[in-house]
C-alpha cells in the first residue's frame, strides 16, 4: 500500500499596513482537520513560526469535507486571526492569508490625504465633493472625528462597492452619488453613511439579486428604520456590503449631465455570515463599540477575503501604532 495522502498550508501572513510581518515576529498556529469535536475525532495540529512565509506539511487528507481545516494564529502584541474553511489537497499547498495588527494600532490615513485621494481614487473624490463647496474641509474633519473611525467605514465601503460588478456591468459607483452630510435622520457613523443615489441603481441591485449575487433582506425596516428594499452582496464568507433603499425619501439633483432622479441609500457592511459567526467570534477579539461594526476589524476581515477570492482590498488608509 502506498503512504496517505498529505497536504500542505502556506501562510502568508501580513501586518497592519498589508506588508509582509517582520521577520523577528514571533507567532504559533493551531491548526484543526474538519472533523466533528464530539467524540475526540478532530485533530489539532501546533506550529511555531516567525515571519511572514510558513509551509506546513504532513496534515492528513481525507478527501471529503473533513479536508476543510482551521486555522488560528496568535502573536504576542498582535490581535489574533484566523480563516475557515482552508481546503487541503495532496496536489499543491493552499495558501491561507492573515492579517496579523499590533494591539495598539489606530487608522494612519498618511497615504489617504485629500491630495491622494483625488490623484488614487479619484472616483471617491468625486463622489465626496458632490453638492459641497468644501470638500477638502469636511474630509479632514472626518480624519479628525471620532478617532477616524468615520472615515475608515467610509473608504472601506467606498472600496468595496467599486469592486462589485453588476448586471448593467456597471459598479454601484458609476451611478450619480451625493453623500448626505448634515441631515441628523441620516448621520455618518462608523459602519455606515447614507447618501442620494441615482434611482436607476435600485433596479440593477434587485436584477443582481435574481441572478444569485446578491440576497432579498426581508423586512429591511427592522433594522434599518425607513428602510424599503436592502439587499446584501453573497460573494464573500465575510464582510459582504450591503445596500439599503430609502425610497421614500426620493428628490431630484442636479448631477453632471442635468437632473437625476434620486433615492436614499444606506451602504454598510456586516461581518460574518450566519455560518461563520461562531467560528470567528471565538477567535478574532470582537473590538466592536456600543454594538456598531468596527471598521478596523471589517479592514482585515475584507483583505483576508478579498484574498481568498484573489482580489485586492486596499482602503488606501492602514493600521499602525
Given at each position: 500500500m502506498g503512504a496517505t495522502p498529505s497536504g500542505s498550508i502556506l501562510f502568508n501572513l501580513v501586518d497592519g499596513t498589508r506588508q509582509p510581518l517582520p521577520a523577528d515576529v514571533q507567532w504559533s498556529a493551531?491548526?484543526?482537520?474538519?472533523?466533528?469535536?464530539?467524540?475526540?475525532?478532530?485533530?489539532?495540529?501546533?506550529?511555531?513560526?516567525?515571519?511572514?512565509?510558513?509551509?506546513?506539511?504532513?496534515?492528513?487528507?481525507?478527501?471529503?469535507?473533513f479536508d476543510n481545516y482551521s486555522a488560528i494564529v496568535s502573536a504576542k502584541g498582535y490581535q489574533g486571526a484566523a480563516w475557515q474553511p482552508v481546503h487541503i489537497s495532496p496536489v499543491k499547498p493552499v495558501a491561507v492569508n492573515l492579517m496579523l495588527v499590533q494591539e495598539n494600532a489606530r487608522p494612519n490615513f498618511s497615504g489617504a490625504s485629500w491630495q491622494a485621494l483625488t490623484s488614487i481614487r479619484p472616483r471617491f473624490a468625486q463622489i465626496l465633493s458632490a453638492g459641497i463647496d468644501n470638500a477638502p474641509a469636511r474630509y479632514a474633519d472626518l480624519i479628525a472625528r471620532n478617532g477616524g473611525l468615520i472615515l475608515c467605514s467610509v473608504l472601506n465601503?467606498?472600496?468595496?462597492?467599486?469592486?462589485?460588478?453588476l448586471p448593467s456591468e456597471k459598479g454601484p459607483l458609476d451611478y450619480y452619488w451625493q453623500p448626505i452630510w448634515d441631515d441628523p435622520q441620516f448621520q455618518m457613523a462608523q459602519d455606515r453613511f447614507f447618501a442620494y443615489v441615482d434611482k436607476a441603481l435600485v433596479p440593477d441591485v434587485v436584477k443582481a439579486g435574481a441572478?444569485?449575487?446578491?440576497?432579498?433582506?426581508?423586512n429591511p425596516g427592522l433594522l434599518h428604520p425607513g428602510a424599503t428594499l436592502s439587499y446584501?452582496?453573497?460573494?464573500?464568507?465575510?464582510?459582504?456590503?450591503q445596500l439599503t433603499f430609502h425610497q421614500e425619501n426620493a428628490k431630484a439633483l442636479q448631477g453632471p449631465g442635468g437632473p437625476v432622479d434620486c433615492v436614499v441609500i444606506e451602504p454598510d457592511i456586516d461581518y460574518y455570515k450566519d455560518l461563520l459567526a461562531?467560528?470567528?467570534?471565538?477567535?478574532?477579539?470582537?473590538?466592536?463599540?456600543?454594538?456598531?461594526?468596527?471598521?478596523?476589524?471589517?479592514?482585515?476581515?475584507?483583505?483576508?477575503?478579498?484574498k481568498e477570492a484573489g482580489s485586492e482590498f486596499n482602503p488606501i488608509y492602514t493600521m499602525t501604532p
Open positions: 493551531r491548526i484543526f482537520d474538519g472533523r466533528s469535536l464530539s467524540g475526540n475525532e478532530r485533530k489539532e495540529t501546533s506550529v511555531n513560526g516567525s515571519g511572514p512565509i510558513e509551509l506546513v506539511k504532513g496534515l492528513t487528507y481525507f478527501n471529503n469535507l465601503l467606498l472600496t468595496a462597492m467599486s469592486q462589485i460588478l441572478m444569485g449575487s446578491f440576497s432579498e433582506e426581508s446584501k452582496q453573497t460573494q464573500f464568507d465575510v464582510t459582504n456590503v461562531h467560528f470567528f467570534l471565538e477567535v478574532i477579539p470582537n473590538k466592536a463599540t456600543q454594538g456598531l461594526t468596527d471598521p478596523r476589524m471589517v479592514y482585515v476581515l475584507r483583505w483576508m477575503a478579498g
